[in-house]
């Protein structure tokens, strides 16, 4: 065989090799590829970011929701000329929001306080109930048929019982704030902290880790995207919470709630709907906020990429 053959035929050898994964000896090769670093982005990705973000500016994307406001302020003028004790022109309204700007948003400002209080002491409470909760089970007996009822309970017949117990102050109305913003996450942190993966848990009990460790660098992680979904759903709660506590509760100077009361009162139905459309408005931004907390704090979790 001459030399020019046995050199084809160790070059056809090694190509085979490239092609199959296998080296020129019969043992398998492994490709090593470099995959991008946490702090780097392929270019695909940056490439469909880009293309989401232009998504945006597209018509089909917006123009259905411009065209469902028109036709909606189309009906609502309709039926406030139809309606007029039910339903106030939309010009009335903005008329109300620009001339009382200052008044709405100091009584705004009122309630999102009792608001984001009285989220801050159920989340607390709440958070600390389901870890003993998941953590002990005489607790958990003890715990959740009580929750259950006071969730089922009817807090606006309570409310009188709490100012004559609180007070005229604040006090009343952070507490049923609270209590509406109670349930939801005792019950998803609770599920969270009980839905570890159990060869997960049997990796970390075989490596001895006590029940601390266990609640720290296991439960409590794992228990994130059911704290998240449940204050996606009390954050905006916790503004209906303070307005019901706001109508409920007597001996009431200030918020939106005792707005809406008050117009309702004199008949003022433009001051009641831009009362309604401000409350509306900072439901929608508080969602946001979360949302895009949501998704700085989950971005290792598969479940936050949407």
Not at 100 to 116: C, H, K, M
Not at 172 to 193: E, Q, R, S, W, Y
Not at 279 to 291: D, M, P
Request: proline share 8%; charged share 10%.
């Amino acid at each position: 065989m001459s030399t020019e053959t046995t050199a084809a035929t160790t070059t056809s050898a090694a190509a085979d090799a490239a092609a199959t994964g296998a080296g020129v000896d019969g043992t398998t090769a492994a490709v090593v590829t470099d995959p991008p670093g946490p702090g780097r982005t392929s270019q695909p990705n940056g490439r469909a970011a880009g293309s989401r973000r232009a998504a945006w500016l597209h018509p089909r994307v917006w123009l259905p929701l411009v065209v469902m406001l028109a036709v909606l302020a189309a009906l609502w003028q309709w039926g406030a000329a139809a309606m007029p004790y039910l339903l106030p022109p939309l010009p009335a309204i903005g008329a109300s929001l620009a001339t009382q700007f200052p008044y709405y948003v100091q009584n705004a400002g009122i309630t999102l306080l009792e608001a984001v209080i009285g989220l801050a002491i159920g989340f607390v409470a709440a958070f600390v109930l389901a870890v003993l909760t998941s953590e002990l089970p005489v607790v958990r007996r003890a715990v959740m048929p009580i929750a259950v009822v006071l969730n089922v309970t009817p807090l606006v017949a309570i409310a009188p019982a709490l100012v004559v117990a609180f007070g005229f102050g604040p006090a009343p109305k952070l507490v049923i704030t609270a209590l509406i913003c109670f349930f939801p996450i005792l019950i998803n942190t609770a599920v969270g902290l009980r839905s570890v993966p159990q060869p997960v848990l049997q990796v970390y009990r075989t490596m001895n880790a006590s029940r601390l460790e266990l609640l720290v660098h296991l439960r409590v992680p794992n228990a994130m995207p059911y704290v998240f979904a449940a204050l996606r759903i009390v954050f905006p709660l916790s503004i209906i919470g303070a307005v019901v506590a706001e109508l409920s509760a007597s001996g009431s100077t200030g918020g939106l709630g005792t707005v809406i009361s008050t117009a309702s009162s004199m008949n003022q139905l433009a001051v009641v709907y831009a009362a309604i459309a401000i409350l509306a408005v900072i439901g929608v931004l508080l969602l946001a906020v979360i949302t895009l907390v949501e998704r700085r704090a989950l971005r290792w979790h598969a479940g936050s990429a949407g």
